[in-house]
């Protein structure tokens, strides 16, 4: 019943990665989709949202996060909560060590969005990036199987989620400022000399297009370190790890190539993309790993010490 529900939660949450899923071993894969399905809930919790959908108005955020962590604990405490979403991560964790304080920072994430908080300064976001996506990788990398004494692995598979966040608020702009939000770090907005809250406005339009070429190109270092770290996954995980990469790294890559119309409609990718992705990722698996090491060096780096 709780893997039912959690592949319910994916098929309407998050088409592409639903798609790159199948990819998995059955194992895994359903590992998997209790995972997202925790993340989904929390997520949709804090917005006041269903799978993403239309925000709730008043709905209190806070409060929300607060019910969050309770239910975690329950679930820690090995409690049945009665609710689906939980005990789905409850079921995952019966087979699989996530250790409290990753989940908990995924749960910083969404005390972030409760508190309305903006980043001031480039490392800001790409601390935002990795509560809200890079720690849910290191969670992810977790149930494919990768040691959790395996920094170096988990902090690729961090960049992984990095990678997704950056493509995310490339191409959310305009949808988080009707929401009255803004990923976009201040100090970057200012070196643009654009007004605080007017970044949408026509006039600033090619500005915001140079930012969105940032974005793009920070997600595309990310993707890269990633793409090396997925060397240690088992082949099929490898497979899908390396098909959603590419299927996500081709929205920030489209935001880039919009340019300046880049937010005049949401930027996707086509379905045929996505096979072609698939395709490519399964060649990939099949050959020889790279060889040449993708350096992190320069890169957002997670705290590990508890």
Same mark, same amino acid.
């Given at each position: ?23 998995f *071993?059955?194992? #895994?894969? %359903? !590992?998997?989709?209790? @995972? ?5 809930? $929390?997520?949709d919790?804090? +917005? ?34 009665g ?18 304080h ?40 977790l ?6 004494? *395996?920094?170096? #692995?988990? %902090? !690729?598979?961090?960049? @992984? ?5 950056? $493509?995310?608020?490339?191409? +959310? ?15 970057w907005l ?31 270092e ?26 996500y ?10 340019g ?12 045929m ?23 992190? +060096? ?9």
């Amino acid at each position: 019943m709780l893997h039912r529900f959690a592949q319910d939660s994916i098929a309407r949450g998050s088409k592409s990665f639903a798609l790159a899923s199948q990819l998995f *071993d059955a194992e #895994t894969r %359903d !590992r998997v989709w209790l @995972l997202y399905a925790w993340c989904r809930a $929390a997520d949709d919790m804090t +917005d006041g949202q269903d799978h993403g959908g239309t925000m709730s108005q008043g709905h209190d955020a806070a409060a929300a996060v607060v019910q969050i962590r309770a239910l975690t604990d329950a679930v820690y405490r090995g409690e049945v909560t009665g609710e689906p979403a939980f005990d789905a991560l409850g079921l995952l964790l019966n087979d699989v060590d996530i250790p409290r304080h990753i989940i908990d920072d995924i749960i910083d994430g969404f005390a972030l969005d409760a508190a309305e908080w903006r980043p001031r300064s480039e490392q800001d976001m790409l601390k935002y990036c990795y509560h809200v996506a890079g720690a849910v990788g290191v969670a992810m990398a977790l149930v494919m199987g990768i040691d959790p004494d *395996d920094q170096r #692995t988990l %902090d !690729r598979a961090s960049d @992984l989620g990095l990678a997704f966040q950056l $493509a995310n608020i490339a191409r +959310d702009v305009a949808e988080d400022a009707a929401a009255d939000r803004c990923y976009l770090p201040v100090e970057w907005l200012v070196e643009m000399d654009i007004p605080p809250g007017q970044h949408m406005h026509p006039a600033f339009r090619p500005r915001l297009a140079v930012m969105g070429k940032w974005l793009a190109e920070m997600a595309e270092e990310y993707e890269a370190s990633a793409r090396w770290g997925a060397r240690k996954l088992p082949p099929r995980s490898r497979w899908a790890v390396l098909a959603a990469a590419g299927i996500y790294g081709d929205i920030a890559r489209e935001v880039r190539r919009r340019g300046q119309g880049a937010w005049d409609h949401r930027a996707s990718t086509t379905k045929m993309a996505k096979l072609g992705w698939i395709a490519k990722a399964g060649w990939s698996v099949l050959r020889r790993p790279p060889q040449r090491r993708i350096s992190r +060096d320069g890169l957002w780096t997670r705290a590990t010490d508890l």
